[in-house]
């Protein structure tokens, strides 16, 4: 049986479909068989072409998506399962041409993520009431004065508290905030133990340099590099706080300590 060629069977199918099938049959000489024939070759040539390009990143979420059945946004989230709960649209756009007398319908749409709005006073709040509960528990510590003018700094760089990673995919071991704030104050306790015979009359004890992973909600740097957090940001600065308190009260029992504050570009 002879089959028409790719352009007539085109040209035949979208005259169907805007006319039926009993006028297309009469107007170009046709059995039904012969047009259901044309219909499931052009079927299956348009859905050879169809499909669904995406790309998501901490920041966005674009999609383009070649379909016939998808000509409306509603359609392309509907169709792509898209999370409406965590993604705004920023953009929308659909448009078509004719190729072979083929009609290729392409949407695309770009979405933002939904920034969870972070309450500074309720956070200040949080932090206030924590400060409080601790403060009362300080009795004042008695030195004896040493006069050995020996001054001690601890410094324990890229903590980057609130990391997450797998070891067998890093090769290096799991991290996560439990695993930091263990090996940050195990690095504390063994740096003092070795130094408090040198009888140290001050500590400088500098905190910052990436102590914390992420510097906003999108778990990204200051410049928008994504990191993989192990936990929201507010729970890494809670305990990464505490942390810092229990480290700084450790040191105290040897000597009066100077916190210095270095803020990076992965700190909060």
């Known amino acids: 049986m002879r089959t ?9 199918v979208l005259y169907a479909n805007r006319k039926g099938d009993k006028e297309t049959c009469e107007t170009f000489n046709l059995k039904e068989d012969t047009l259901r024939r044309y219909k499931d070759l052009y079927n299956k040539k348009y859905e050879a072409e169809e499909g669904v390009h995406w790309e998501e990143t901490a920041t966005s979420l674009h999609y383009v998506v070649r379909s016939r059945d998808i000509r409306t946004l509603e359609e392309l989230i509907d169709y792509c399962k898209i999370d409406m709960t965590k993604w705004t649209v920023a953009k929308f756009v659909c448009n078509s041409w004719v190729m072979m007398d083929y009609v290729n319908w392409q949407t695309k749409a770009w979405f933002a993520p939904i920034i969870e709005k972070a309450d500074p006073v309720a956070l200040l709040r949080e932090f206030m009431d924590e400060a409080k509960g601790h403060a009362p528990a300080y009795n004042k510590i008695k030195y004896v004065r040493t006069h050995t003018g020996n001054m001690m700094e601890i410094s324990i760089p890229d903590l980057h508290h609130g990391l997450l990673s797998w070891g067998r995919e890093t090769g290096h071991g799991d991290y996560d905030i ?25 500590i400088i004890f500098p905190i910052g340099n990436d102590f914390f992973n992420v510097n906003s909600m999108l778990k990204t740097t200051v410049k928008g590099t994504p990191q993989d957090e192990d936990c929201r940001f507010q729970k890494s600065y809670l305990t990464g706080f505490k942390t810092v308190v229990e480290a700084v009260d450790r040191l105290a029992l040897t000597a009066p300590v100077h916190v210095v504050i270095i803020p990076c570009n992965h700190d909060l």
């Open 4 to 12: 028409a060629s790719e352009e007539r069977v085109a040209e035949i």
């Open 178 to 202: 439990k695993i930091s704030r263990t090996l940050f104050l195990d690095a504390v306790n063994d740096l003092i133990s070795h130094a408090e015979h040198y009888q140290p009359e001050k």
